[in-house]
């Protein structure tokens, strides 16, 4: 719920209260035991990157029910500092 100086998220001047700050290099893992069928959020690099940065978000889930391996569900295309934020709605 903070960006990566402990300060308020914010992207394109538009402020979060919730959200997640990460090193573009990251990689973050969530066990949702099935219990949720819909991720909804916004994706966008924070204002302390100015115009620098770029990213490509994607988002994977397991196969669940047997069906084994991680499957590409998501990626946003290239995410640069500045930009406004982009929805995400799976």
Sequence with gaps: DRNLDGGVLSASGE???KGIAMHSASRLTFNLD????RLDGTLAIDDIAGSRGSVVFRVFA????GKGGWQAKFASGIIRGGQKPTPLSL
Aim: overall charge neutral.
């Design 15 to 17: 402020r979060f209260t």
């Design 34 to 37: 099935g219990a949720y069928r």
């Design 62 to 65: 397991d196969g669940g029910e």
